[in-house]
């Protein structure tokens, strides 16, 4: 009896698959993988320190990274989830305290180059590169100011409620009852990216399950973003 194999997931095929450099040619994609250093990283191990944050260009494979930082308590907190794709800039201040470090949420493959090789080889892109990045970089920074803002988003609440909206952009699958997160995130996660206790993000998760903004298939959420997106403009305005 023939058995039929499942074809190997290459590089290229994630590489190719990335939404975030879907302008890239084949050509331009093959010459980035021939440039890069590739490596595995197992959840909770770190892919690299906040040097290399700021000097090289990172692409995150497949599995889900996180950002961390030193909060004003001292602690090492998650101020970021990133979905595969390019890995944003996070600046190494002189004397900084923050100490940003990426470091692996979920199994990760990542692939790291210079910045420089990176604009050399995509020189000749439909769009330039520099810009995209760059156009990633502001995304996460406008997340961070918003969530962490008290005067653009002074409840807690919004908050919550902004941070279920960022991650079924990036995690969500569109279905019948809504966005369903791929991925389960504890309490626990979604509370350091609020900048909250525990205790405080569950009792505004039960809320939004109680008002239908939110159910449950196991430990992953279903988000009715429609009605949660006008929740939060209609408690703003």
């Not at 889900?64 to 004003?72: E, F, H, M």
């Not at 996460?140 to 919550?160: F, I, K």
Request: proline fraction near 3%; aromatic fraction near 8%.
């Amino acid at each position: 009896m023939n058995e039929t194999k499942t074809p190997r997931d290459t590089d290229f095929n994630k590489l190719s698959r990335l939404k975030a450099l879907s302008w890239l040619s084949t050509s331009e994609l093959t010459s980035l993988l021939g440039a890069w250093a590739a490596a595995n990283f197992e959840r909770h191990e770190i892919i690299f320190g906040e040097a290399a944050l700021a000097a090289d260009a990172h692409i995150l494979l497949s599995g889900i990274a996180r950002i961390t930082c030193i909060n004003g308590r001292r602690e090492r907190v998650t101020v970021a989830l990133i979905a595969p794709g390019t890995i944003p800039e996070f600046p190494a201040l002189e004397r900084s305290r923050f100490n940003f470090r990426c470091e692996a949420y979920k199994d990760c493959r990542v692939g790291s180059f210079s910045r420089s090789i990176f604009d050399k080889i995509t020189a000749n892109a439909s769009e330039p590169a520099s810009r995209k990045m760059h156009e990633n970089d502001l995304k996460q920074w406008y997340r961070l100011m918003v969530r962490g803002s008290r005067y653009l988003s002074p409840a807690l609440r919004d908050r919550v409620a902004l941070t279920l909206l960022e991650l079924c952009s990036d995690f969500g699958v569109v279905e019948s009852r809504g966005t369903l997160l791929k991925e389960s995130f504890s309490h626990q996660d979604i509370a350091e990216l609020v900048g909250a206790s525990r205790p405080r993000v569950t009792e505004h998760l039960a809320q939004f399950e109680k008002d239908r903004f939110v159910s449950r298939q196991g430990r992953q959420f279903i988000v009715r973003v429609g009605e949660l997106t006008e929740a939060i403009s209609t408690h703003a305005a």
